[in-house]
Nanobody
């Protein structure tokens, strides 16, 4: 009943920028947290950035200062502005949403980000 749809991935050169979007739909009125994870080939999925309902954010150390997460609470959407992209950022990026009371976690299908050197 809850669907997260990512968009905005693609192929860019190092130093470029991309803006990822995740739009949710379904019966859930709101989420306690939304964020972005990524998984590169041969590596485990890792948290990139997360934003909570109150606006608090956290970032992976590797992206802090380069990426900015934002949200539109009314639209139950989350965005990731990625600047100064590096080849190491190449991965499939997944949107994530969490509802603590229900104890549910939701995932998008992923969007590929490829950064060439």
């Amino acid at each position: 009943q809850v669907q997260l749809v990512e968009s905005g991935g693609g192929l860019v050169q190092a130093g470029g920028s991309l803006r990822l979007s995740c739009v949710s739909s379904g019966s859930i009125f709101s989420f306690d947290a939304m964020g972005w994870y990524r998984q590169a080939p041969g590596k485990q999925r890792e948290l990139v950035a997360q934003i909570h309902a109150g606006g608090n954010t956290n970032y992976a150390g590797s992206v802090k200062g380069r990426f900015i997460i934002s949200r539109d609470t009314a639209k139950k959407s989350v965005y990731l502005q990625m600047n100064s992209l590096k080849p190491e950022d190449t991965a499939v990026y997944y949107c994530n949403a969490e509802h603590y009371t229900l104890g549910n976690v939701y995932w998008g299908q992923g969007t590929q980000v490829t950064v060439s050197s």
